[in-house]
C-alpha cells in the first residue's frame, strides 16, 4: 500500500470558454442574436467586457463556461472539504463497490508526518494494521460496504469534479487562502493553473480576497498575509 501524490488533470472544457461568456454578456445588452454577435466580438472586446462583469460582481454570465477535472491522490479527508462546494458535481471513487481487500488502500501522508522519522513509521505501521484488520472483516464475511467503517481518513480518493466558471471562481477564493488545509490548498493551486492558460481573463485575479478585495475576512484566524498588501484591511464576518 504505498503513498500516492497528487494528480490533477482538465480532462473537458467548454469550447472556446472566454468567448461564450462574451456573448452571453453581450446579448443582455442587444437586439440581434447570436449569430451575428459573435461576430462583433474580438479579442479586445471579449477581454473588456469580461473584466466589466467580473469587477462588477454580475458573473452569472460566466456561469456558461464550465471545466471538468480528475482528481487523484487527494486523501477521503480532503475530499470531505471539497463537496461542501455545492454548486458542482461529484463523481468520487467508491470504498462501497471498489475492491481494495486484494491489493489495499493507496494513502496520504501528511508533510509534518512525513518530516518525522518516528511518526513516519509509526503512520506505516497502522495503516499496515487497518488494512489487515479490513482484510479480516471482509475474510469473515463482512459486506465492503460495512468493512469500509475501519477505513482512515487518509485513504487515497479519486473524483471527478465539474464546475462553472463562477462556482470555481469562489473556490478558488476559499481554497487558495492560506487557512485553507494544505491539501485542498495544493489542489486547488493546480486546477488553477490548468484553467487559467484556458481562460486567463476569467481567472486573471483569481485567488483568495486579501487579494482580490483588500479584505482578509478571517478575524484572529487571519495568516498575517494581508499585512504586506498595500490597502488590505482585516475584517469579521
Do not use: S
Given at each position: 500500500m504505498p503513498e500516492v501524490k497528487l494528480k490533477v488533470e482538465l480532462i473537458s472544457y467548454t469550447k472556446d470558454p472566454e468567448q461564450v461568456c462574451a456573448t452571453a454578456i453581450k446579448q443582455c445588452y442587444s437586439k440581434i442574436g447570436v449569430s451575428e454577435l459573435k461576430e462583433k466580438i474580438d479579442k479586445k472586446t471579449r477581454k473588456r467586457l469580461i473584466e466589466q462583469i467580473i469587477s462588477s460582481g454580475h458573473t452569472s454570465t460566466i456561469e456558461h463556461a464550465s471545466f471538468t477535472f480528475a482528481i487523484q491522490g487527494i486523501s477521503r479527508a480532503c475530499s470531505h472539504q471539497l463537496v461542501r462546494h455545492r454548486i458542482a458535481s461529484y463523481s468520487q471513487q467508491s470504498q462501497r463497490y471498489v475492491d481494495f481487500n486484494a491489493k489495499g488502500f493507496d494513502y496520504i501522508i501528511p508533510p509534518l508526518i512525513k518530516k518525522n522519522s518516528i511518526f513516519l513509521?509509526?503512520?506505516?505501521?497502522?495503516?499496515?494494521?487497518?488494512?489487515?484488520?479490513?482484510?479480516?472483516?471482509?475474510?469473515?464475511?463482512?459486506?465492503?460496504?460495512?468493512?469500509?467503517?475501519?477505513?482512515?481518513?487518509?485513504?487515497?480518493?479519486?473524483?471527478?469534479?465539474?464546475?462553472?466558471?463562477?462556482?470555481?471562481?469562489?473556490?478558488?477564493?476559499?481554497?487558495?487562502?492560506?487557512?485553507?488545509?494544505?491539501?485542498?490548498?495544493?489542489?486547488?493551486?493546480?486546477?488553477?493553473?490548468?484553467?487559467?492558460?484556458?481562460?486567463?481573463?476569467?481567472?486573471?485575479?483569481?485567488?483568495?480576497?486579501?487579494?482580490?478585495?483588500?479584505?482578509?475576512?478571517?478575524?484572529?484566524?487571519?495568516?498575517?498575509?494581508?499585512?504586506?498588501?498595500?490597502?488590505?484591511?482585516?475584517?469579521?464576518?
Open positions: 513509521k509509526r503512520f506505516q505501521k497502522d495503516m499496515d494494521e487497518i488494512f489487515n484488520k479490513y482484510k479480516t472483516l471482509i475474510k469473515n464475511g463482512i459486506t465492503p460496504e460495512d468493512a469500509r467503517f475501519i477505513l482512515p481518513n487518509a485513504c487515497e480518493t479519486k473524483i471527478v469534479i465539474t464546475m462553472n466558471a463562477r462556482a470555481f471562481l469562489n473556490f478558488l477564493k476559499e481554497r487558495l487562502c492560506n487557512r485553507a488545509q494544505w491539501e485542498i490548498r495544493a489542489m486547488a493551486f493546480q486546477m488553477f493553473i490548468l484553467v487559467k492558460k484556458i481562460a486567463p481573463n476569467i481567472f486573471k485575479n483569481a485567488g483568495p480576497t486579501c487579494q482580490t478585495e483588500k479584505i482578509c475576512w478571517q478575524g484572529n484566524l487571519n495568516c498575517g498575509l494581508w499585512k504586506n498588501i498595500k490597502g488590505a484591511e482585516l475584517r469579521k464576518k
